[in-house]
């Protein structure tokens, strides 16, 4: 029989294609989308498309829905700028011959002081982003998997709102057999693709509001070292529709009695540009933490996560 030759090189030319995508010239809404899901993505630098499994590959790409036991959940909370706070969460179960998960991500203000045009203060406001999506995945004999999802978005300012739908899909190849690349995994996604949304002023619709849609490839790879420790490094491209191209890279070294430490580095986003993060994981739970600080003037930011397996 002929040697199976490894399919990676699909995966250089979408990476090549990513960095070499011009930004569009209106940056698009709904950026809470953007927000890497998970403190464990977010410690690595958001090179995690290739590395998902379970609930968390709702946020990623649903691929990884095909790959994990039992039943999983994950909740992330992260403290970030001032007045706003970004929550997620997913739940995932093995259905179907493959996973199946529902996840809602948030992001939302604190009561922000509303004036009037002399300054004084007349009430309060807020603000919020929704997602609610549901996805499927599978995995299959040739070390392909492939998953879609499916959510409503919706966003809304004071007495204001714009809802609209989108659809995501991935597919990830192992290439576990290479010995130059030890538990291999090569990954393809689109994320949010869908029809824009509209704020309605006086009966009429405004300005549209774009998705940020977005296509992302990467590459990780696994290997055990010394003293029962494991290594595992992705590099990943993401391009965003009206954003900038960034690619991440990301590491993670873990041991044998469950702690971990990571790191990653993004690069062309405005945002960030490093960060760092432990975890620890005991029978059944795995307990995340990220330290993002900004490029900007804003405060830097801080993420918790709880995993559970049943």
């Not at 030319?13 to 927000?35: I, K, N, Q, R, Y």
């Not at 009037?116 to 009430?123: E, T, Y």
């Not at 469950?258 to 960060?275: H, I, M, T």
């Given at each position: 029989?002929?040697s199976?030759?490894?399919?990676?090189?699909?995966?250089?030319l979408?990476l090549?294609?990513?960095?070499?995508t011009?930004?569009a010239a209106?940056?698009?809404?709904?950026?809470f989308?953007e927000?890497?899901?998970?403190?464990r993505?977010?410690?690595?630098?958001?090179?995690?498309?290739?590395l998902?499994?379970?609930a968390?590959?709702a946020?990623?790409?649903?691929?990884?829905?095909?790959?994990?036991?039992?039943s999983?959940?994950?909740?992330t909370?992260?403290?970030?700028?001032?007045?706003l706070?970004?929550?997620q969460?997913?739940l995932?179960?093995?259905?179907?011959?493959?996973?199946?998960?529902g996840?809602?991500?948030?992001?939302?203000?604190?009561?922000?002081?509303?004036?009037?045009?002399?300054?004084?203060q007349?009430?309060?406001?807020?603000?919020?982003?929704?997602e609610f999506?549901?996805?499927?995945?599978?995995?299959?004999e040739s070390?392909?998997?492939?998953?879609l999802?499916?959510?409503?978005?919706?966003?809304?300012?004071?007495?204001?709102?714009?809802t609209?739908?989108?659809?995501?899909?991935?597919?990830?190849?192992d290439?576990?057999?290479?010995?130059?690349?030890?538990?291999?995994?090569?990954s393809l996604?689109?994320?949010?693709?869908?029809?824009?949304?509209?704020y309605?002023?006086d009966?009429?619709d405004?300005?549209p509001?774009?998705?940020?849609?977005a296509?992302?490839?990467g590459?990780?790879?696994?290997?055990a070292?010394?003293?029962s420790?494991t290594?595992?490094?992705?590099?990943?491209?993401r391009?965003?529709?009206?954003?900038?191209?960034?690619?991440a890279?990301?590491?993670e070294?873990?041991?044998?009695?469950?702690?971990?430490?990571?790191?990653?580095?993004r690069?062309?986003?405005?945002?960030?540009?490093?960060?760092?993060?432990v975890g620890?994981t005991t029978?059944?739970?795995?307990?995340?933490?990220?330290?993002?600080?900004?490029?900007?003037?804003?405060?830097?930011?801080?993420?918790?996560?709880?995993?559970?397996?049943?």
């Amino acid at each position: 029989m002929p040697s199976r030759q490894p399919r990676a090189p699909w995966l250089l030319l979408a990476l090549s294609a990513l960095l070499a995508t011009p930004a569009a010239a209106d940056p698009p809404g709904f950026a809470f989308l953007e927000v890497p899901g998970g403190a464990r993505a977010a410690a690595m630098g958001g090179a995690y498309a290739s590395l998902a499994r379970g609930a968390e590959a709702a946020f990623w790409n649903p691929a990884g829905l095909g790959q994990f036991e039992g039943s999983q959940f994950t909740a992330t909370h992260t403290e970030t700028y001032d007045h706003l706070r970004n929550d997620q969460a997913a739940l995932a179960g093995r259905y179907f011959g493959g996973g199946i998960v529902g996840s809602v991500r948030a992001l939302y203000s604190e009561p922000i002081p509303e004036r009037d045009d002399l300054g004084n203060q007349i009430g309060t406001f807020g603000s919020h982003d929704l997602e609610f999506l549901v996805g499927y995945g599978r995995h299959l004999e040739s070390g392909v998997s492939w998953g879609l999802s499916t959510q409503v978005v919706r966003e809304r300012i004071a007495d204001l709102g714009a809802t609209t739908w989108a659809v995501n899909g991935g597919a990830t190849y192992d290439i576990r057999d290479l010995a130059l690349l030890p538990e291999g995994r090569v990954s393809l996604s689109f994320h949010n693709v869908g029809r824009n949304a509209h704020y309605v002023f006086d009966g009429e619709d405004g300005a549209p509001v774009k998705l940020p849609t977005a296509l992302q490839a990467g590459l990780s790879i696994g290997h055990a070292t010394f003293q029962s420790l494991t290594a595992r490094v992705a590099l990943e491209g993401r391009a965003t529709n009206g954003r900038s191209p960034i690619l991440a890279l990301g590491g993670e070294l873990d041991s044998a009695v469950g702690a971990a430490v990571r790191f990653g580095y993004r690069a062309g986003d405005d945002v960030a540009s490093w960060s760092t993060g432990v975890g620890w994981t005991t029978r059944g739970l795995r307990i995340d933490y990220a330290f993002v600080p900004s490029k900007l003037e804003l405060e830097d930011t801080h993420r918790f996560s709880l995993t559970a397996q049943f």
